[in-house]
């Protein structure tokens, strides 16, 4: 089994920052892309960011220039730095790993539990 716990979610004022980190851990052989999403109430799920394991990027227009997403892949560990926070950004955080358990398996999806991010004055 793999798990996937997030940490970092918290409660802060408009223009602040936090950093989200999220560690994989169970039965894992390697980890191919990984991603956070996010979802506002009322609101779908919505990709915030990915990074391959060589370490390409991408965001989504709403978080540019404002988040930057990196992993650690000794740790198994990704990361989201949000910088400029604004109220839009209040939703909960997930993350997502490609995950491969054993070298007789292919990768399969996991998800962390979410974490709440809250911006507001």
């Known amino acids: 089994q793999v798990q996937l716990v997030e940490s970092g979610g918290g409660l802060v004022q408009p223009g602040g920052s936090l950093r989200l980190s999220c560690a994989a851990s169970g039965s894992i052989f390697g980890i191919n892309d990984m991603a956070w999403y996010r979802q506002a109430p009322g609101k779908e799920r919505e990709l915030v960011a990915t990074?391959?394991?060589?370490?390409?990027?991408n965001y989504a227009d709403s978080v540019k220039g404002r988040f930057t997403i990196s992993r650690d892949n000794a740790k198994n560990t990704v990361y989201l730095q949000m910088n400029s926070l604004k109220p839009e950004d209040t939703a909960v955080y997930y993350c997502?790993?490609?995950?491969?358990?054993?070298?007789?398996?292919?990768?399969?999806?996991?998800w962390g539990q979410g974490t709440q991010v809250t911006v507001s004055s």
């Open positions: 990074i391959t394991r060589a370490g390409s990027t």
């Open positions: 997502n790993a490609r995950v491969r358990s054993s070298p007789y398996r292919g990768y399969a999806d996991y």
